[in-house]
């Protein structure tokens, strides 16, 4: 069991490019998010999926998508980064429903930096 | 305002002290709290629930004032692996109770 799984672990790009950060879980849960994290902010919701073919946005959506075809993957895309994009990046997942709904597990994180 | 408000700290204590962090949100309607740990550089982990009575877990204590809208972590005999941020974290009324995260109170304990 491994738990929520993130790849890469550190990435740089140049403003303009794109590209997609990978999240998966195996603990079969219908709730995935994703964060970002600057000092002194705390996490920020970009985005979230309550299940397979659903997803909407959270606190800071703009330049950024994603998808959810399967309960497992939630992928994260950066349209065209800008170095406001510059930040540590977390997948999380959890139950939508019952008394652990509420004990969310996060991956380990992306370290995205934009020059 | 933000919705959840948190002391960043440091806060510097040595090993043994007691240290108690306190943490207020905006949304009186909020029904559910509590605290995660984040190490330096790693992903946060859930801590413990803060439930309407109180609750204790080893040396961590953790309760809930809803009159004041704040909630407090209390540690006593502060160990060296306590050091850490500690986020509060509060649920949104409404659709799935998607978790609001503070910012973080650092803990630094020292020998």
């Known amino acids: 069991n491994a738990g929520v799984t993130q790849t890469p672990k550190f990435q740089v790009l140049k403003t303009g490019q794109s590209m997609t950060l990978q999240c998966a879980q195996d603990?079969?849960?219908?709730?995935m998010s994703w964060y970002r994290q600057d000092p002194g902010m705390g996490l920020r919701l970009i985005h979230y999926?309550?299940?397979?073919?659903?997803?909407d946005q959270g606190e800071v959506p703009n330049g950024y998508n994603v998808s959810r075809s399967t309960t497992e993957d939630f992928p994260l895309r950066l349209l065209s980064a800008a170095p406001s994009q510059t930040s540590v990046y977390f997948c999380?997942?959890?139950?939508?429903?019952?008394?652990?709904?509420?004990?969310?597990?996060f991956g380990p994180g992306t370290r995205l930096t934009v020059t | 305002r933000k919705e959840v408000e948190q002391d960043p700290g440091p806060f510097n204590v040595p090993e043994g002290a007691t240290v108690a962090f306190n943490c207020t949100y905006s949304?009186?309607?909020?029904?559910?709290f509590f605290w995660y740990r984040q190490d330096c550089r790693k992903e946060p982990k859930l801590l413990m629930s803060?439930?309407?009575s109180g609750n204790e877990d080893g040396r961590f204590t953790a309760q809930l004032n809803r009159a004041s809208q704040y909630i407090s972590l209390l540690i006593r005999d502060s160990k060296l692996s306590d050091s850490a941020t500690y986020l509060c974290?509060?649920?949104?009324?409404?659709?799935?109770?998607?978790?609001?995260f503070g910012a973080g109170t650092r803990l630094a304990v020292h020998p």
């Open positions: 999380a997942s959890r139950k939508t429903w019952g008394a652990a709904s509420y004990e969310q597990y």
């Open positions: 603990m079969n849960h219908e709730y």
């Open positions: 999926s309550v299940g397979a073919g659903i997803t």
């Open positions: 949304n009186s309607a909020s029904q559910s």
């Open positions: 803060v439930y309407s």
């Open positions: 974290v509060v649920t949104q009324v409404g659709g799935y109770n998607k978790l609001i």
